[in-house]
């Protein structure tokens, strides 16, 4: 391995280390603020964790890395969809409706149902995309506003198509039957969501699209600059269109690994909340499929982790989210610093090699 290559993974390594270190100081210094006992916090948080608690991270991960990467198509064309977590809550709903009905056996169900999800995710990221190739509405604004209506538009709908369980103020679409729940795959003495296996190949396809392709190339390009890709004969309105409509499709699958694996019908307890994780984790990955695989597992180990911190410390375990926090800002701020340096190394090196030119003709004469 040539040295360039070593100084290039130790500056890609560089960036996660300085944020993790970064968000453990100031992490430690906020519970001793409060008067905490941050060793007893950070004993517990980085113990080895249980088998129960594995199987929970590995799914945890799971729902955040498909999150993430819906979030990190729409940052490849530099476009911030910051309307995951609506689009995949109406796209669950839609899914766990047409799963309910049962209207195809086992399998092809299932697969009608994943279908449904990706479509209906996809259309109401596209409304966001229209908007903003024709009427120029910034991204950012229109999919924080559709957040709130697709909780409400899934609201107005539970209710219309929703059951209610006896004894129970929970109401919940018709339960998915059996034929249609996705097995799950042993690990650890228990099962983690059979949905790992459709996110890994989500991760694939992401990876294969945006550095094999045409598509990705001019995704890329327009999205490092739209000036240079309209040059080129890219049409980057289209390719703000279609960017969307990926984006809300891989969005459309996030709560069906809950959905399939774990509540079996969409209710007013379903889990919100999992696209704002997946920007943080799309960050820090820089979203690269391995780097936000990493991100994912290190978010749901912090979370599952913190869960005995009320009971054991009485440290309330919403202090990961200080740390999660900290992590994002710190590796944005860090991976500037690192590419500053790697930039100046290069020019140091590419100087050396001019300078060291002339001197080598000379000894050749």
Known sequence: ??????????????APVLALLTAFIVTSLVLILAGDDWIGVWSQILSWPSNRTMINIVNSATVYYL??????????MNLFNIGVDGQYRIAS???????GEAWLP???????????????????????GLLRVTRGV?????????????????????????????????????PLPE?????????????????????????????????????GFDLRAAGQSESAAVASGINVKKMMLVTMLLSGAIAGLVGLPLLFGQDYAYGSTFQSGLGF????????GRN?????????????????????????????PDIVKVTQGVIVLAVVIAYEVVRRYGVRMEQRNVAAALDAAPREKEVAR
């Open 138 to 174: 910034s991204e950012v604004i229109s999919t924080i506003m559709l957040n709130s209506i697709a909780t409400a538009v899934v609201a107005y709908f539970l209710r219309k198509v929703a059951v209610r369980e006896e004894g129970s103020n929970v109401i919940s679409t018709k």
């Open 277 to 284: 994780a997946g920007i943080a984790i799309a960050l820090l």
């Open 179 to 215: 034929s249609s729940h996705i097995p799950g795959i042993p690990f650890l003495g228990g099962e983690v969501y059979g949905f790992v296996v459709i996110a890994i190949l989500v991760g694939i396809g992401y990876w294969l699209v945006i550095n094999r392709t045409r598509f």
């Open 106 to 128: 086992g399998p092809f169900n299932i697969a009608l149902a994943l279908v449904a999800g990706m479509f209906v995710g996809a259309m109401w990221a596209g409304i966001a």
């Open 288 to 316: 690269h499929p391995v780097g936000i695989a990493l991100g994912a597992l290190l978010f749901a180990f912090l979370d599952q982790q913190s869960n005995p911190l009320q009971i054991l410390l009485d440290v309330s």
């Open 93 to 99: 709903f839609a899914a766990a409706w047409v799963a």
């Open 67 to 76: 999150s993430a990467v819906a979030v990190a198509i729409g940052f490849r």
């Open 1 to 14: 391995m040539t040295q360039s290559r070593l100084n290039r993974i130790a500056l890609a390594l560089a």
